[in-house]
């Protein structure tokens, strides 16, 4: 786990004692935690895939599988 000295203002200080009390967390660490995660799944911070990429994802998982008895028989195929 990282640890870091962090500066807040005094709103954001009262800010994480109310997110503290409202969610039963016992430390700002875990305050913080959590309200970065919100963020973080609010925002949808990955980028998202290319349509081409996802046309040959579908594409792919639409295949028959096929097994193979050794890697050099997979590679003879692709060549």
């Known amino acids: 786990m ?3 000295i962090v500066n807040l203002t005094d709103e954001n200080n ?4 109310i997110i503290k009390a409202h969610f039963g967390i016992k430390n700002k660490s875990d305050a913080i935690n959590l309200v970065v995660q919100r ?3 609010e925002e949808e911070l990955d980028p998202p895939l ?4 996802v046309r040959k994802l579908k594409r ?3 295949e028959k599988r096929k ?3 050794s890697l050099s028989e997979m590679l003879k195929e692709y060549e």
């Open 67 to 69: 097994s193979y008895g």
């Open 60 to 62: 792919i998982m639409k």
């Open 2 to 4: 990282t640890s870091a």
């Open 50 to 53: 290319r349509p081409e990429y």
């Open 14 to 17: 009262r800010f994480l004692n």
């Open 39 to 41: 963020f973080a799944k």
